[in-house]
């Protein structure tokens, strides 16, 4: 069911979302060569928890950490790990944090010092692809609307657009109603409609839009080992367009 937020469940989760926003902002300085996923995932949480939050993703399903991070060929809920990162990589951090029970969720796909063009273009075009679909984001439009222009950008600039993952609705619960593809026909799936929150997440390959998951029943990688990058944003639908719920930080300052 597609639940239409209250506005003191929308000042909750604007409140959520500058949460996780803060979480990246302060994560940041420290994505170097030589960390640990590990000790990132360390200094996320102590800093979601001195904020009065909870980092939402741990314990979820089982998952055992608080950031997922995916380091170059991993798609998606790459666990933290003893793997130091190494200039040339890309990473992306995915977290979704809670606030008196509300929940806020972005990730965005950070350099490792300096990487390589084709690594810069994926990530160009893939956060591109994020803004082509929160164009189509406003009361009227449909789903289908924001997964076509998400998908039609990435085949203009020949990345292959993971299926078998999608953005999602957000509220108390990291996941709820409805599914938001990163492919599809416009004008088809749900109507859009003021108080809607949701999250749009495109999953861009600089190969094969293939994948397949490690035996951790976790991690997704490309099949072909090509690098990956991840775009999110929590959204809500306004009168006449949308909110950024998870504002980048790093480029408004």
Known sequence: MITIKSDREIELMREAGKLVSLTHQYLKP??????????LDRLAEDYIRSMGAV?????YEGFPAALCTSVNDTVVHGIPS?????????????????????????????????????KKYLMEHTEKALYEGLKQ????????DISHS????AIKHHLGVVKELCGHGIGREMHEDPEVPN????????KLKEGMVICIEPMLNLGTAD??????????????????AHYEHTVLVTKDGYEILTPRLDLES
């Open 211 to 228: 994948i397949y998951m490690l035996e951790d029943n976790w991690t997704i990688k490309t099949d072909d080992g090509k690098p990956s």
């Open 183 to 190: 492919y599809g026909e416009a004008g088809t799936g749900p």
């Open 82 to 118: 003893d793997y130091a990162l190494k200039k040339g990589d890309i990473i992306t951090i995915d977290m979704v944090i809670g606030y008196k029970g509300y929940q806020g969720d972005a990730a965005w796909t950070y350099a490792v010092g300096e990487i390589s063009e084709d």
């Open 30 to 39: 420290y994505i170097k060569p030589g960390i640990t996923t590990k000790e």
């Open 55 to 59: 980092p939402t993703c741990k314990g």
């Open 150 to 153: 998400i998908e039609q950008y």
């Open 137 to 144: 984001v406003k009361p009227g439009n449909r789903i289908g």
